[in-house]
């Protein structure tokens, strides 16, 4: 496997590991971060696979507040029976996803120049789609988002429910994370957000940045219910690959 220090200066990949959500929509009664998916919590797995995404560089996971003591014994259980010599934050998170990340940017250390922001509700997001994100954002100096296809056929209704419209579904994607950008680009954007937006892609698209896309992968599904809790425990049991499920994304193979 390559890791991102063997093509790319090392020491300067960050991520942001953002788990403060409540979980509510799962009903576990504890955040969905710390809810267990075959014998670890989500946020154990994220941290392992962000740990394994280069051999050094710097992880913020962002908890409840509540919760910070759960996360930091997360993070401490993971670096003692690893190698590796990344350095790592706990913060609190906020009441909205993007106060969540500006939590974690402020404390990213100086010297990270690439940044990927990962929701902790993908834990099974393979390591592959890190080492896409990241070396495309390098590459292409601009934001990069892993998405997948829609297959469904896309409706637009009104409030009551009535059909207004077939939507041309060859123009839209889904939106996963890890969402990577220079660390410069995403600091500037979040000086703006003046909404509540749901993932960092728009919140730099908002700044008016370039926000570019890679293949994400179906084992990036992310957990909002028990039925995805027991979806991603089937695709566990199952073997199912990081290989079957990746995908190419249009504008990356162009
Ligand atoms: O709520 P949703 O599932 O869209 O949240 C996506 C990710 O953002 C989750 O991993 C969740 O823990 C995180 N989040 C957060 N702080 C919030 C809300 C969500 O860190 N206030």
Same mark, same amino acid.
């Given at each position: 496997m390559s890791h991102l220090s063997d093509v790319h200066t090392p020491h300067r990949l960050g991520i942001i590991l953002v788990g403060?959500?409540?979980g509510e929509r799962l009903? !576990?009664?504890?955040p969905k971060a710390l809810v267990q998916l075959a014998g670890k919590t989500l946020l154990e797995r994220c941290i392992e696979t962000s740990l394994s995404a280069a051999d050094t560089g710097h992880l913020v996971v962002v908890a409840p507040a509540a919760h910070a003591a759960e996360a930091l014994q997360a993070v401490e259980k993971v670096t003692e029976r690893s190698a590796l010599t990344w350095t790592t934050s706990v913060v609190d998170g906020g009441a909205e996803r993007h106060i969540s990340v500006e939590n974690g940017l402020a404390v990213?250390?100086?010297?990270?120049?690439v940044v990927l922001v990962h929701d902790? !509700?993908?834990?099974?997001?393979?390591?592959s789609v890190f080492h896409d994100v990241a070396t495309a954002v390098r590459e292409r100096k601009a934001g990069v988002v892993p998405v997948l296809p829609l297959t469904d056929t896309i409706k637009r209704v009104d409030n009551r429910g009535s059909v207004l419209e077939t939507v041309n579904r060859d123009e839209l994607v889904a939106a996963q994370t890890p969402q990577g950008f220079l660390r410069e680009d995403l600091a500037a954007a979040y000086e703006h957000v003046a909404e509540a937006m749901t993932d960092d892609a728009s919140v730099a698209k908002a700044a008016g940045q370039e926000v570019t896309t890679v293949g994400g992968s179906a084992l990036a599904h992310k957990i909002t219910t028990a039925a995805d809790l027991r979806l991603l425990e089937w695709m566990l049991d199952t073997h199912v690959s990081a290989e079957s499920t990746h995908t190419r994304s249009k504008a990356a193979e162009s």
């Open positions: 403060a959500g409540s009903g !576990a009664g504890i990213m250390p100086e010297w990270v120049d902790v !509700a993908r834990p099974l997001t393979p390591v």
